[in-house]
């Protein structure tokens, strides 16, 4: 499969790369730093803003699915990288026929608001991070508007610890709380779910 990723070069990007081509895949990386990357085989790196239309056709060209990495900063708080780099990426997308769609989104967005604690809730979405989740929180609905193959994947709280290889989803309230998930987890659920019906135009929260 030919797969574009967007925000290659986080720690959970850099995740998705490597579990990727480790796989066979052929991967596209599209970064504002191409020496942030290691070229390897199997891989194009593609250097250019997410605001530039054409490093978006190249990114985007012959690709059979993307996957988004990108986050925000929270002390940046007017910075809305989802929901804008999905804005620009989305008409390139529609020019080279792309349907499916996997990105990182949050727990706490939309409907999982409501099952975090009082903290969390008030403090940590509702203060620290609030910039942040309105800014998954367009993203999806930017993706719920569209008529791709999309899934968005709210992620608890994320770590660098061994990947498990086992993890909860679940988009049915069963998941009460958030709890942690290992980026390298998070990176195999999201390469599955490319070739995985299930959680298409749907939103599962993953922790363990």
């Known amino acids: 499969m030919n797969i574009t990723i967007l925000g290659p070069t986080g720690r959970t990007g850099r995740e998705l790369v490597d579990q990727a081509l480790d796989a066979g895949h052929r991967v596209t990386a599209l970064t504002r730093d191409e020496s942030a990357l290691i070229l390897r085989e199997r891989l194009t790196i593609v250097a250019g803003s997410l605001s530039d239309s054409r490093a978006l056709d190249c990114a985007f060209a012959g690709s059979d699915a993307v996957l988004c990495a990108l986050g925000g900063r929270p002390w940046r708080r007017r910075e809305r990288v989802c929901s804008t780099a999905l804005r620009h990426a989305l008409p390139s997308i529609a020019k080279h026929r792309i349907r499916r769609i996997v990105a990182i989104s949050t727990f ?99 922790m363990y």
């Open 108 to 206: 706490g967005a939309g409907e999982t608001r409501a099952q975090l604690g009082w903290i969390a809730r008030s403090l940590l979405f509702g203060m620290l991070l609030r910039s942040e989740l309105k800014d998954k929180e367009a993203m999806e609905a930017q993706l719920a508007a569209s008529d791709l193959q999309w899934t968005t994947v709210r992620v608890g709280v994320l770590t660098d610890d061994a990947p498990r290889g086992r993890w909860r989803a679940a988009d049915d309230g069963s998941i009460g709380a958030m709890g942690e998930i290992a980026r390298a987890d998070v990176a195999a659920f999201m390469l599955a779910a490319l070739r995985d019906n299930t959680w298409i135009r749907r939103s599962p929260s993953l």
